[in-house]
């Protein structure tokens, strides 16, 4: 992003991961199931589930604006 609005959402997300850090430490040594803090697997589920998600919608749309340019239409996609 650029411009101000690069500079919040970069500064938003450097918080975001400095606090995600501090709150991933266990909360007992040792650590048992009981113990543990599962931030750090919600985080990573949560990563995986938006990236997966993303190279879905990515190749659902370089398929269709390929199905589309066989039948000689214009494409889906603007850009």
């Given amino acids: 992003m650029e411009g101000p609005i690069?500079?919040?959402v970069n500064g938003f997300s450097?918080?975001?991961i400095v606090?995600?850090?501090?709150f991933c430490f266990p909360t007992a040594m040792p650590t048992s199931p009981q113990t543990m803090n599962y931030s750090s697997l919600v985080t990573g589920g949560l990563t995986v589930f938006v990236t997966g998600?993303?190279?879905?919608?990515?190749v659902t749309?370089?398929?269709?604006?390929w199905w589309i340019s066989r039948k000689?239409?214009?494409s889906l996609c603007m850009s």
């Fill in 19 to 22: 606090a995600f850090v501090i």
């Fill in 61 to 65: 749309m370089l398929v269709l604006n």
């Fill in 72 to 74: 000689g239409t214009s």
């Fill in 6 to 8: 690069g500079y919040v």
């Fill in 14 to 16: 450097y918080l975001y």
């Fill in 53 to 58: 998600s993303g190279f879905g919608d990515g």
